[in-house]
């Protein structure tokens, strides 16, 4: 019976060996291959997102750094501008006013020729004015 069981198991332990080192050989072998490099690509994989992780905060920080620059200089520019426009609206102001008090200055001395030339032509009108004053009175 010993010997029965020795021949039932030999054969038996012989196929589950080979069996082994076939699926050893075909199976397993390549698919813990797959898994390590599998692994060491997801691996890779994550180091690369946290690289680029890395890097978009570096591109972000520049980003706003030139943002910054872009405002400050905008603000210098319009103040700069602004300042122009206030020095050039002065002279404007100054020019302009300069011509009124120069046209005022000739209406002044215009007006005061006419109150002259209106004075004198009634000085000598002014016997006239007398002599008809006389004879509206003198009709009353």
Do not use: C, W
């Not at 039932?8 to 060996?17: D, N, S, Y």
């Not at 005061?112 to 009709?139: F, T, V």
């Amino acid at each position: 019976m010993l010997d029965m069981y020795l021949t039932l198991i030999l054969p038996t332990a012989a196929i589950f060996l080979v069996l082994l080192f076939v699926l050893n050989k075909i199976l397993y072998k390549p698919l813990l291959s797959f898994m390590d490099s599998r692994n060491t690509l997801i691996k890779k994989d994550l180091e690369n997102a946290t690289k680029n992780s890395t890097d978009t905060s570096v591109y972000y920080e520049e980003v706003n750094q030139i943002i910054l620059n872009a405002k400050n200089e905008a603000a210098k520019e319009r103040a700069d501008i602004l300042a122009k426009a206030k020095i050039h609206s002065e002279d404007k102001i100054k020019e302009r006013k300069s011509k009124l008090e120069a046209e005022y200055l000739e209406f002044a001395k215009a007006l005061e020729n006419e109150k002259k030339e209106l004075k004198n032509a009634l000085i000598g009108q002014l016997p006239l004015y007398k002599e008809a004053i006389k004879a509206k009175l003198s009709k009353i």
